[in-house]
């Protein structure tokens, strides 16, 4: 019996159902069993480049670094056993059995790749730059879960629900296990995401690119592989094979290209699938803690090599990118930016830097405001939360989005100091507000607005012997939360609008 890859199959998927089930309870009033934040605190390249270009410490670098020494340890073994987005790209890669198998020249070509991208990342993050989040395996995943996979399941369960009670008129136990489910698993409102279909895009291009080169993202792209691949060359655990015949069979089989010979094995880019164990025909491979010195008599082979002149060139070249990069920029010295931001969120130029981009602050909003951002804000800004008023606005006893940062891009605050804190200041644009335009009757905002002395207060004024009520705005009261924006019934654009720039930034 394959006893070791079952064991793997059954911890991949205990940690991908572990992922899911901490992003699927990353919502009001976050009763999950684990903290929200779990998976990216465990991330050494998201903890390690988010405090080097940050100059912080985070307190997640603990739990990173324990990561890492259990990649000393055991290996390469979180890419083959527990990373998510590595169980997806497993089962993706398992539609197609037939796979292009690159000679060791193509294989060692496409795997460099993979560090010469921790290499810029590692750049960017001394000029102040944090870029490990553009190819994380984590927060690719995080995304596809949190902005796509969980709103389209929680949109089918409930289409099909409300589907089945109308048109068979089941109001009774049927109708009362719906609210059961509303209330519990599938949320009482169903969130949608703007450009979540990028998201997914990138996700299936990560995914579907197995299903020509085997883990064809983990040898060749992925930086959090490249970090553990670094550590995994100096493991403890390796493969041991005591009589090879050099009939080939494993090379072949390996699913991340880790062994190119009858003698050479590459521990950093072994994963431990455990595949050569069970395809060795003369069942003489198996996995042992060795002493290092007799380990690197045959193996690592072509890791002796060091970088090439060329990678080395283009290093070069990105670190005086890097530095231009950030001198020019001027978006990077803002405090506010020209979106509205989560309550107490990081400066602009800092909160780019933190946010790593995971969707926890999004999936949580529970009025589905805080949105992925495209380019409105910069490229920098691709893909960190914003508010969108028209679509929700920032409930005002809330403090969740802070609560589930991992990074603290986004401060958490008591409820207390919540209440204080600006994201802005609404303003009424009087040429299409109605009672300021058209002589009608509208307060909405000022019925809405939930500062207990309301920063919006009404002046008085008759006309044709009727008396209007004309909405203005406290800024000295208004926090910024956009309800107002949000209820405002004028239309294509609201009559009163939050400006971001007078946020507090913390
Ligand atoms: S701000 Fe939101 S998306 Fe960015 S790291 Fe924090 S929780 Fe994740
Ligand atoms: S944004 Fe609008 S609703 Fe919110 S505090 Fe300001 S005026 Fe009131």
């Known amino acids: 019996m394959k006893k070791l890859i079952f064991l793997r199959r059954v911890s991949q998927g205990f940690f991908l159902l572990l992922f899911i089930y901490i992003l699927w309870s990353t919502t009001y009033p976050l009763t999950g069993l684990l903290p929200p934040e779990t998976f990216f605190k465990t991330n050494p390249s998201i903890m390690l480049f988010t405090s080097i270009s940050e100059r912080v410490l985070l307190a997640g670098l603990?739990?990173?670094?324990?990561?890492?020494?259990?990649?000393?340890?055991?290996?390469?073994?979180?890419?083959?056993?527990?990373?998510?987005?590595?169980?997806?790209?497993?089962?993706?890669?398992?539609?197609?059995?037939?796979?292009?198998?690159p000679d060791n020249g193509l294989n060692s070509r496409?795997?460099?790749?993979?560090?010469?991208?921790?290499?810029?990342?590692?750049?960017?993050?001394?000029?102040?730059?944090?870029?490990?989040?553009?190819?994380?395996?984590?927060?690719?995943?995080?995304?596809?879960?949190?902005?796509?996979?969980?709103?389209t399941v929680t949109l089918l369960i409930d289409r099909t629900f409300v589907l089945i009670i109308r048109n068979f008129e089941l109001y009774g136990g049927f109708y009362d296990l719906y609210r059961g489910l509303k209330t519990t698993f599938l949320g009482v409102n169903v969130h949608y995401f703007s450009n979540s279909l990028i998201i997914f895009a990138v996700f299936a291009a990560?995914?579907?690119?197995?299903?020509?080169?085997?883990?064809?993202?983990?040898?060749?792209?992925?930086?959090?592989?490249?970090?553990?691949?670094?550590?995994?060359?100096?493991?403890?655990?390796?493969?041991?094979?005591?009589?090879?015949?050099?009939?080939?069979?494993?090379?072949?089989?390996?699913?991340?290209?880790?062994?190119?010979?009858?003698?050479?094995?590459?521990?950093?880019?072994?994963?431990?699938?455990?595949?050569?164990?069970?395809?060795?025909?003369?069942?003489?491979?198996?996995?042992?803690?060795?002493?290092?010195?007799?380990?690197?008599?045959?193996?690592?082979?072509?890791?002796?090599?060091?970088?090439s002149r060329k990678s080395f060139l283009f290093l070069l070249l990105t670190s005086i990118f890097a530095l231009g990069y950030k001198r020019r920029n001027p978006n990077m010295k803002k405090g506010a930016g020209p979106v509205i931001r989560p309550p107490a969120a990081l400066k602009e130029k800092d909160f780019n830097d933190r946010c790593i981009r995971c969707g926890n602050c999004m999936k949580v909003c529970p009025t589905n405001g805080l949105q992925p951002v495209m380019l409105q804000a910069g490229v920098e800004s691709l893909w960190t939360p914003a508010l969108v008023?028209?679509?929700?606005?920032?409930?005002?006893?809330?403090?969740?989005?802070?609560?589930?940062?991992?990074?603290?891009?986004?401060?958490?605050?008591?409820?207390?100091?919540?209440?204080?804190?600006?994201?802005?200041?609404?303003?009424?644009?009087?040429?299409?507000?109605?009672?300021?335009?058209?002589?009608?009757?509208?307060?909405?905002c000022e019925e809405h607005c939930p500062?207990?002395?309301?920063?919006?207060?009404?002046?008085?004024?008759?006309?044709?012997?009727?008396?209007?009520?004309?909405?203005?705005?406290?800024?000295?009261?208004?926090?910024?939360?956009?309800?107002?924006?949000?209820?405002?019934?004028?239309?294509?654009?609201?009559?009163?609008?939050?400006?971001?720039?007078?946020?507090?930034?913390?």
Not at 69 to 85: A, D, E, N
Not at 126 to 151: E, H, Y
Not at 480 to 502: E, H, L, N, Y
């Open 62 to 101: 603990i739990f990173a670094g324990l990561m890492l020494v259990l990649t000393f340890i055991f290996g390469r073994f979180y890419c083959g056993w527990v990373c998510p987005l590595g169980t997806m790209i497993d089962v993706t890669g398992a539609l197609k059995k037939r796979k292009y198998i």
């Open 110 to 151: 496409i795997r460099k790749g993979k560090f010469i991208i921790l290499g810029v990342i590692f750049i960017f993050a001394l000029a102040g730059i944090q870029l490990a989040w553009v190819l994380d395996p984590m927060t690719i995943v995080a995304r596809f879960v949190s902005l796509n996979l969980i709103p």
């Open 206 to 307: 990560v995914c579907g690119g197995s299903l020509f080169i085997s883990r064809l993202w983990c040898r060749s792209v992925c930086p959090l592989g490249a970090f553990y691949a670094l550590v995994a060359r100096f493991s403890l655990l390796r493969r041991v094979v005591d009589k090879c015949t050099d009939c080939g069979v494993c090379v072949e089989m390996c699913r991340t290209g880790a062994i190119t010979g009858a003698a050479s094995y590459n521990s950093g880019e072994c994963i431990l699938c455990m595949d050569c164990i069970y395809s060795c025909p003369q069942k003489t491979t198996r996995f042992s803690f060795i002493k290092r010195q007799k380990a690197q008599e045959g193996d690592d082979r072509e890791e002796g090599r060091g970088l």
């Open 389 to 444: 008023p028209e679509i929700g606005y920032c409930e005002y006893q809330c403090t969740l989005c802070g609560s589930v940062c991992p990074t603290g891009a986004i401060t958490e605050l008591s409820h207390s100091r919540k209440l204080t804190i600006k994201l802005g200041t609404a303003m009424v644009d009087r040429s299409i507000c109605l009672p300021w335009n058209h002589k009608s009757d509208c307060i909405v």
């Open 451 to 506: 500062v207990p002395d309301k920063a919006i207060k009404v002046t008085e004024e008759r006309h044709n012997g009727k008396i209007f009520k004309k909405p203005f705005v406290d800024p000295t009261l208004c926090v910024g939360c956009g309800i107002c924006q949000a209820k405002c019934p004028v239309r294509p654009d609201r009559a009163i609008r939050v400006d971001p720039s007078t946020a507090d930034r913390l």
